[in-house]
């Protein structure tokens, strides 16, 4: 199955700061999912990126927050822009395991916004 | 509005003591039901895939199944290294690739 290799793994940054995090899969595959895990929360769908097209962004998150790139069929990359403490949480990628199998997910970024 | 309850919120067992986590969804319709074990400061990892109602699955002291409502995952004779906590997430026809998870069971095994 396919293995995930996510970073950083943890930052504090500035409000206001954008931060960019990086998901590299040692496989090639159709699609990405960005999920977010706020504290005590649980794991919420940001976004699908399909490589050559637009990422699909679910409801309640915007594209100029969270932007996200997909240049080729290994490597994504999600952006929180602008950020404040509420933007505080642990981002995770995934990608399917095979079609039917389920899905692995990096090992995580958290993010703490002071 | 698809849903996924966990419960309980958290489970303390002696080493050796068996019991089982439960995970009640409430969908339109099932297209597969997962289970994830998520260690502190890790990604979720990976462990089942039931599909239809009365399905198993098993994986050393860990068994899944699946109803028509509701998933458990049953543990038996815990060890401290089973200490995590478990995640159950759904998969519906109308969101292929969207997964809905519930807030976990967060499991400590004392030796």
């Known amino acids: 199955s396919a293995v995930i290799s996510q970073k950083p793994s943890r930052d504090i940054c500035q409000r206001g700061t954008s931060l960019t995090i990086q998901c590299q899969v040692d496989s090639q595959v159709t699609m990405m999912f960005w999920y977010r895990q706020q504290p005590g929360q649980s794991l919420t769908l940001i976004a699908t990126?399909?490589?050559?097209?637009?990422?699909?962004?679910e409801s309640g998150f915007v594209i100029d927050k969270f932007p996200i790139s997909r240049p080729n069929l290994t490597f994504s990359t999600l952006t929180v822009s602008n950020m404040s403490p509420e933007d505080s949480s642990i981002y995770l990628c995934?990608?399917?395991?095979?079609?039917?199998?389920?899905?692995?997910f990096g090992s995580g970024t958290r993010l703490t916004v002071v | 509005e698809d849903q996924v309850t966990q419960s309980p919120e958290a489970l303390r067992l002696q080493e050796g003591e068996s019991s089982s986590l439960n995970c009640s969804y409430t969908v339109s319709g099932l297209r597969g039901l997962f289970w994830y074990r998520q260690d502190p400061g890790k990604g979720p990892e990976f462990l089942f895939t039931?599909?239809?109602a009365g399905e198993e699955k098993e994986k050393e002291r860990l068994k899944a199944t699946l109803t028509k409502k509701e998933s458990f995952l049953h543990i038996t004779a815990p060890k401290p290294e089973d200490s995590a906590t478990y995640l159950c997430a759904v998969q519906t026809p109308r969101n292929t690739d969207k997964l809905i998870f519930g807030t976990g069971t967060r499991l400590q095994v004392f030796p």
């Open positions: 039931l599909y239809s």
């Open positions: 995934s990608v399917e395991i095979g079609t039917g199998r389920g899905y692995t």
């Open positions: 990126a399909n490589q050559g097209s637009e990422a699909t962004y």
